[in-house]
C-alpha cells in the first residue's frame, strides 16, 4: 500500500532540486520533524474556534486558540515582550480541552501554551490576582486561604475521599452529602485531615515549581493514607493525580477515580426518586481524564429522566471557571459563559446536575437555579 | 520587530480622536489600542499575511480594534468613522483566503463575533442569525433541533455568518442546497454614513432589483452586515455514499454532467484528478492511480432513491462502495498542510474557479499546464467541488518551494499571474467561491469589463469617502 507521502514524492521526482526543497524531502521521509507546535498551532485557521467557549463569548481573534499561540509566536520571535499585556490573551484560556476533540493535530491549547506561562513566571510576570492563590496554596495547601472552622469525618477506611479546595473552602455541606451518599452505597469513606490542593491551580497559572511542592506532599499522603481506593468529587483533582503527577514522575499506588468514573462501574444504583434532569458534563472529566461519554448513563443508571444538552459528552461547554486563570483576571467574561452555559441547561430543566464543585459554584454564582453536585444528588435519590 | 511606522500611524491625530469619541460612547471592553491585538488583526488566512507573520513583518496595522455588541454599536462606529474619515475593515472569523480583511490602510477593525443571535422561525422554515455567529454554533443548533441549513464549508469551524454572505461562500453540500445567495432571504445592514437598511425575508418579492443581492460577496465593501435570515430544511431522513473509481478524468466530469442534466442534485460530489485521487485515498488500492469520485445523496427517502438510480445509469466508472465516502466525511475538516508545510518555507494555495460544461476540461488542463512549468512549483492539481446543470467548480492546489534570487512573494504572485490568465483564456471565470480580496482584485476589470465601473459608481454612491474596507475588491 503507498504511503501517505508518495503522491507527493512522486510529484516531486520530476522537479530539479532547489532551495528548500531537500527539507521538505527530508520531512516527508520523516527524517526531520517539521514546525514546532505553537507554530503549527498559529498556522492554523481556527479548526477548533467553534469549541471554545472564550472564543464564542469572548469572540476575540487575540484569544481565539490559535491567536492565543499567536500572541505566543509573537513574543517567542520578540516581536512583543512578555509582559502582563501580552500574557494576559495566553491565559484567556480555561485549561478545558475543548479544542482537542476537533483538532487535526490532536493540541490542546492549553498545552502548547504552557511553556509561556512558565516563562512568565519565571520572568516574574505575575499577575496580582494570581499572587494572593500562590500565597494561599503555599502557605495553606487551600485555594481560598485559612479554613476557619473544619468538620470532623473519618480518618481511617478503605475509601479515601478526597474533596478538593473548593467544597473544603467554600462548600461544607456537599461533602457532608456525598460522604452520607458513600454510606448508603455501602462504601467505607475516610477523608484526609490534612488534605491540600492537588496543585492544578498553580499548575495551570504556569507555577511548575509549587505544584511540584505540593504533588510531592500529595502523593506522600496518599500512598501514606492505607486506602485501597481513591474517589474524589473534582475531576481536576483527579486527572491531576492520575494523569499529571506520573509526568512529574510522583505515582499513586492505589486506583484515583473521579465520583462519576466509580459510579459508572458500579453495577446497580437505582434510585428510590425519580425525576426530570439535565446535566453539565465538566470538561476534565471529559478531555482530561477521557471519560468522553460524560454523566449521562449513570444519571440514567439512577433512574433518572435525562435532558442531554446539544453540548455533552465530547462536545461539552466550559461552565466559564475552569483553569484557574479566567475566572480571576477577567470575572466578566467568566461569567458571560456560565450564562451561555446555562441558558442552554436551563431551558431543558430546572434541575442541574454536575459532578465538579467548580461547575457548581460557577452556575449558582451566575444563575438563580441550585446545581447539584452528583454527590448531594445520590445522597438525596438513594 | 514592529515596523516604526506602526507607532507613526498609532498616534496620528484624528484617527485618535475618532477613536476616543468611540471609546467614550462604547464603553473600554469593546475596543482596544493594545500592540497584542493590533497585530493579531493584522491578517486573515490570506498565504501573503500568513508569510509575514512567519517572517514577523506586520506592514498592514489597523489603530484600533472594535468588538460592538449591537446594531447600535455599529451604526456607531460607522457613523464616527464616516465623520472622521476613518477606514473601516468588518471582521468575521478571518478565515477569507485573500486578504479581505487586511487592514492596508490604517484605520479600525471591526469584529462582529459578538453579535450573534439566533432564532429558528419553525413555521416558515427561516434561521434569522446575528452576522457574528459561528457557522457551526449555527448548524449545530439547528441539527439539534431537527433542521439543516445546509451550508457546510470546510471552514465551517472558524467561519462566521456575515462572512459567509459577504464573500458569497458556499459549502461542500452546495449541488443540493445551493450557496449562501440560495438560502439568504433577507439582511440587515449598516452603511455609511451611519444609517441602515432592512430587506425583509419574503417567501419571494417582485420589488424592484433585487437588493439583497447588491450586498453578497460585496466583502465589506458597502457597509456592514449585522443580520440576516436563512433558508433552513428538515434534517434529511435519509442519507446515501455513492463512490466511483474512473480511469480518466473526462470519464468522471461527463458523467456527472449526465447526472446533472437528468435533474438528480447529489448533495456532495467531488472528483479528484489522479494526483488528488492519490493524496486522499492512498490507502484504497482499487482506487490508487485512477480518478476517485464520492458523492453523498440526502432528502426524501423516495427523492434519493430516484437520484442514486439516475447516478449508477449514468455514471462511468467502478462503483467503489460508501468506504471512500465515509473517509471523505471523516477527513474533511483536516485542515494541516498549510500550518505544517509553510512553516518550512513551501509556498502553497488554493485556487477555485468555475466555468461551463463546454469549456470544462479545457480549462482544467490549461490551468494545470500554466502553472506546473514554473520554476519551483512542486505539484499543481485540481478537483472538482460544486456542479450545476450547466457547469463545474474547479478547485486546483499548488505548491511549491521559492526558486534561487525570488522572493517567495514573487514567485507566488507568478503562479497566481499564470493561473489566473489562463482561466480567463479558457473562458472561466476567476472565482467561484472564495470572492477577490486583495489577492484578486487585479484582475477584476478583466473579469467584468464595463460591469465594474458599475460596481465601482455603486460604491461611490454608498460610501463616497471610501471608508468601508478602502482597496478591498479595487473598490
Ligand atoms: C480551511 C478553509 C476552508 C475554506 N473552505 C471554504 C469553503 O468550503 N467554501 C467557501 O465558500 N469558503 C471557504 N473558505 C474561505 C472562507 O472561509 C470563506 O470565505 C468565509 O465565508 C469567510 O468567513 P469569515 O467569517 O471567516 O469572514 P472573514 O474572513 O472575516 O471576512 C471575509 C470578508 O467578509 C467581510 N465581512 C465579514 N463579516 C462581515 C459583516 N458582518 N459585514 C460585512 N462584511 C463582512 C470582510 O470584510 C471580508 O471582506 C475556506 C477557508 C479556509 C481557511
Ligand atoms: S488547537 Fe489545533 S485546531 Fe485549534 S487552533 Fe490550534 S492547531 Fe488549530
Ligand atoms: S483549552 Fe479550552 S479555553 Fe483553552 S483554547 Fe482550548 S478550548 Fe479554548
Known sequence: MPGKWDWLKDEMGGVSKITKFSTVMKFLKGRVSGPDDMTKCAMCPNMCRHACPISIVDGKETTSPAGKSRVGMMVDHDVLPMDEENLYPMLMCLSCGCCERWCPFDFSVSDILRAEKEKGVEEGVIFEEFQEMFDNLGNYGLVQGEIKKKKSYPNQGDVLYLRGCEFRGDDEKVIGKTMGAFEKLGLDAFVLSDEECCGIPAYNAGNTQLFKKLARKMAKRINDSGAEKVITSCPSCAYAYRKLYPEFGLDIDVEVLHIVEYLEQKKDILGKKKGTVTFHDPCKLVNGLENKKGMKDVLEKIGLNVKVPRRSGEKTFCCGYGGSTVCRLNEYLSSKISEERLDELSSLSDKIITSCPTCKKAFEENGNLKVYDIGELLYELL | ?475
Open chain 2, 1 to 475: 520587530m514592529v515596523p516604526e511606522e506602526f507607532e507613526k500611524k498609532r498616534n496620528a491625530g484624528k484617527v485618535n480622536r475618532v477613536i476616543d469619541k468611540i471609546t467614550r460612547l462604547l464603553g473600554c471592553d469593546k475596543i482596544s489600542t493594545r500592540k497584542v491585538d493590533l497585530l493579531s488583526y493584522s491578517h486573515d488566512y490570506w498565504p501573503i499575511s500568513l508569510h509575514w507573520m512567519l517572517e514577523d513583518r506586520y506592514p498592514s496595522l489597523p489603530h484600533a480594534v472594535i468588538w460592538p455588541e449591537s446594531k447600535k454599536d455599529v451604526k456607531e462606529v460607522v457613523k464616527w468613522c464616516y465623520k472622521g474619515n476613518v477606514p473601516i475593515y468588518p471582521y468575521g472569523g478571518g478565515s477569507g483566503v485573500l486578504g479581505a480583511t487586511v487592514p492596508e490602510r490604517g484605520g479600525v477593525v471591526v469584529d462582529l463575533k459578538r453579535i450573534r443571535s439566533l432564532k429558528i422561525h419553525d413555521k416558515d422554515l427561516l434561521v434569522e442569525a446575528g452576522s457574528g455567529l459561528n457557522g457551526y454554533y449555527l448548524e449545530d443548533e439547528l441539527n439539534d433541533k431537527g433542521y439543516t441549513m445546509g451550508n457546510i464549508p470546510q471552514s465551517l469551524y472558524p467561519s462566521t455568518v456575515g462572512g459567509w454572505v459577504s464573500t458569497k461562500a458556499l459549502g461542500q453540500f452546495s449541488t443540493k442546497y445551493g450557496g449562501i445567495e440560495d438560502m439568504l432571504k433577507g439582511i440587515e445592514m449598516v452603511i455609511p454614513p451611519g444609517g441602515e437598511l432592512c430587506l425583509k425575508p419574503h417567501a419571494r418579492t417582485s420589488t424592484g432589483p433585487d437588493l439583497r443581492k447588491l450586498f453578497l460577496g460585496s466583502e465589506g465593501a458597502l457597509g456592514i452586515m449585522t443580520k440576516g435570515w436563512f433558508k433552513i430544511w428538515p434534517k434529511p431522513e435519509k442519507r446515501i455514499k455513492l463512490s466511483f473509481a474512473s480511469d480518466t478524468l473526462e470519464d468522471a466530469v461527463e458523467s456527472v454532467r449526465k447526472v446533472m442534466r437528468e435533474g438528480a442534485e447529489p448533495a456532495v460530489i467531488r472528483i479528484y484528478d489522479k494526483i488528488e485521487t492519490k493524496r486522499h485515498f492512498y490507502d484504497y488500492d482499487e482506487i490508487f492511480g485512477k480518478v476517485a469520485t464520492v458523492m453523498v445523496i440526502e432528502g426524501n427517502e423516495k427523492i434519493t432513491q430516484a437520484e442514486k438510480k439516475i447516478v449508477k445509469e449514468e455514471f462511468i466508472g467502478t462503483e467503489m462502495g460508501g468506504k471512500p465516502v465515509d473517509h471523505w466525511l471523516e477527513t474533511r475538516f483536516n485542515v494541516k498542510e498549510a500550518a505544517e508545510f509553510v512553516p518550512m518555507g513551501v509556498v502553497f494555495d488554493t485556487i477555485e474557479v468555475a466555468v461551463n460544461w463546454s469549456k470544462a476540461m479545457d480549462l482544467y488542463r490549461n490551468v494545470v499546464d500554466a502553472i506546473k512549468p514554473i520554476k519551483g512549483v512542486l505539484f499543481a492539481s485540481a478537483h472538482a467541488s460544486h456542479f450545476y446543470p450547466q457547469g463545474i467548480c474547479f478547485y486546483f492546489t499548488f505548491a511549491g518551494t521559492t526558486p534561487r534570487k525570488k522572493d517567495a512573494e514573487e514567485f507566488y504572485q507568478q503562479v497566481w499571474k499564470a493561473a489566473m490568465e489562463a482561466v480567463l483564456d479558457s473562458g472561466g471565470t476567476i472565482s467561484h467561491h472564495h470572492g477577490i480580496g486583495r489577492q484578486r482584485r487585479d484582475w477584476m476589470e478583466q473579469e467584468l469589463g464595463e460591469a465594474y465601473s458599475t460596481l465601482k459608481a455603486i460604491k461611490e454612491r454608498l460610501d463616497k469617502k471610501r471608508i468601508m474596507n478602502p482597496g478591498n475588491m479595487g473598490l
